[in-house]
């Protein structure tokens, strides 16, 4: 160990090389194994401070002593969202190449925040943003920049919208976004200046698509009481069922309407990749906005978000602001200083590790893991459909299909209290991990089905191992 007087913070070459290659071999070890563990445990507080709490240490310790313990003490205790048995929420079926490419972003501390310091990393960002806008449609002078997440994503997108569409007053001003958005859709609203009371939950039809019904005569009421409509929120893949929204539909709507028309495609966007996932996925180039999150169905490592917008300019209208202190980065016009074209300055390198997945797998490989994870719903919904006990509630879309355990025995309120039940058995055992929602009025369960990993004998005997929890509780 360095000596602990040493105030520079530094460890030898050989220490780092040691440190690394233990880090590396934690990390291949985890990826390696994965498939024969649990999908992960949740434990409680009490058993966890004492191995993960205590004072803040003053002495110096030897770093691969402090790493060794983690494995038992840390990362067993959390659920693996890239297990291929893990089916629940959202699942992060990230690949190890995104790894290394975190691991490159934050040794090399890259700073993404202006072309002055780092002019390298904003070309491989421009590199990246033009791959996703040419995947998605996105007419040329399309552009955008990667931030944390889907949540990101949507407040900057509606940042833009609300700039663009009612410049700095927000009194009286509408949403709509559809009873099946995501809760962050409301969240960032909320953060921009938008009443509650004038977030409207537009209602969806009998495939929880939003129904252009209702949309109109939202706006309609709105319109005659004088308030001032200015943007609708449509899906590309809801969270609970992977249904898409009437896209084409809506964007005629909005452009007819003078309406900013944001697509949140977090979930479902990159299925435009795979031949099933595009047919459903039309309109999506027609976005004023869009929401990706690499860090789901790109397979990316937390943290990977993505917007596209189809003016480029309006990003730098809504976020750019130049103080003193950075007029040295002001370069020439064709130099992107992505610090202005959201709301962070310093920013970390997110671009490369897809950048880097892309290069060392290719689209082709991508492609075909998405067209996968479509595919293992469907079996999913089959082995649903052939085993008693068991009913559909939406069938397989977008990789999520959805379903509740029903047995006869059971009178209505029993099933629905059934199926939370189920997860907190499912959890316990931990062979794989469903959760639940609730769909118009009623709990169902839920598989998402994104990691191309996941093979056909998992899910068989996925479906077999719920049902025998499912029986087991029903009769208890
Ligand atoms: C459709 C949709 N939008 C937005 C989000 C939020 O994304 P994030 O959790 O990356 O912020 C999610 C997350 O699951 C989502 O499914």
């Given amino acids: 160990m360095t000596d602990p007087s040493d105030d520079r913070l530094e460890l030898s070459a050989d220490e780092m090389r040691a440190l690394g290659r233990q880090v590396v071999d934690l990390l291949v070890d985890h990826f390696t194994s994965l498939q024969g563990q649990p999908v992960g445990r949740r434990a409680a507080r009490a058993d966890l401070e004492p191995m993960l709490g205590g004072p803040v240490p003053e002495d110096p310790s030897d770093p691969g ?109 509408v949403a709509y976004i559809g009873d099946q958005c995501h809760s962050s859709v409301a969240r960032a609203l909320r953060v921009l200046g938008i009443k509650p009371e004038n977030i409207r939950a537009v209602g969806s039809d009998a495939d929880f698509r939003l129904s252009m019904d209702s949309l109109k005569s939202a706006l309609a009421e709105d319109r005659a009481a004088g308030r001032r409509p200015f943007c609708v929120v449509a899906n590309a893949g809801t969270t609970n069922t992977g249904a898409v929204d009437p896209l084409p539909q809506i964007a005629e709507f909005c452009r007819s309407e003078n309406l900013w028309f944001h697509i949140d495609g977090a979930y479902g966007a990159p299925a435009i990749l795979a031949e099933k996932g595009k047919a459903l996925l039309g309109g999506l180039e027609l976005a004023d906005s869009l929401s990706l999150d690499p860090h789901k169905w790109l397979f990316q490592s937390f943290e990977a978000g993505c917007v596209l917008v189809r003016d480029r300019a309006a990003l730098l209208r809504t976020f750019q602001v130049m103080p003193e202190y950075l007029r040295d980065t002001e ?71 959805t379903f509740r355990f029903a047995p006869p025995s059971l009178s ?65």
């Fill in 331 to 401: 370069g020439v016009s064709d130099e992107i200083n992505f610090g202005n074209y959201g709301v962070q300055l310093t920013r970390s390198f997110r671009a490369l590790k897809l950048w880097l997945s892309l290069r060392v797998f290719g689209l082709a490989s991508f492609r075909n893991a998405i067209a996968r994870g479509i595919e293992i719903a469907e079996v999913a919904q089959r082995e649903l459909e052939r085993t008693d006990g068991w009913e559909i509630v939406t069938p397989a879309r977008l990789a999520v299909v």
């Fill in 65 to 173: 002593a402090v790493i060794a313990p983690l494995k038992e003490q840390l990362f067993a205790n959390m659920l693996h969202v890239d297990h291929p048995r893990f089916f629940a929420f959202v699942p992060g079926p990230n690949n190890f190449v995104s790894v290394m490419g975190e691991a490159l972003a934050a040794g090399f501390n890259v700073f993404t925040g202006t072309w002055f310091a780092g002019s390298g990393p904003a070309q491989i960002e421009l590199t990246v943003i033009d791959w996703l806008r040419q995947i998605c449609g996105l007419p040329n002078g399309a552009g955008g920049l990667f931030v944390s997440g889907g949540s990101m994503a949507n407040l900057t997108g509606l940042a833009v919208g609300r700039q663009e569409k009612l410049g700095d007053d927000v009194a009286d001003a």
């Fill in 412 to 476: 209505e309120s029993e099933v629905d209290f059934l199926q939370g039940g189920m997860v907190e058995a499912m959890l316990k055992d931990g062979y794989a991990l469903a959760t639940s929602t609730v769909l118009a009025g009623r709990p169902a369960l839920r598989l998402c089905t994104i990691n191309p990993r996941t093979t056909d004998e998992e899910i068989v005997e996925t479906v077999r191992w719920m049902t025998e929890i499912g029986n087991r509780l029903a009769t208890s």
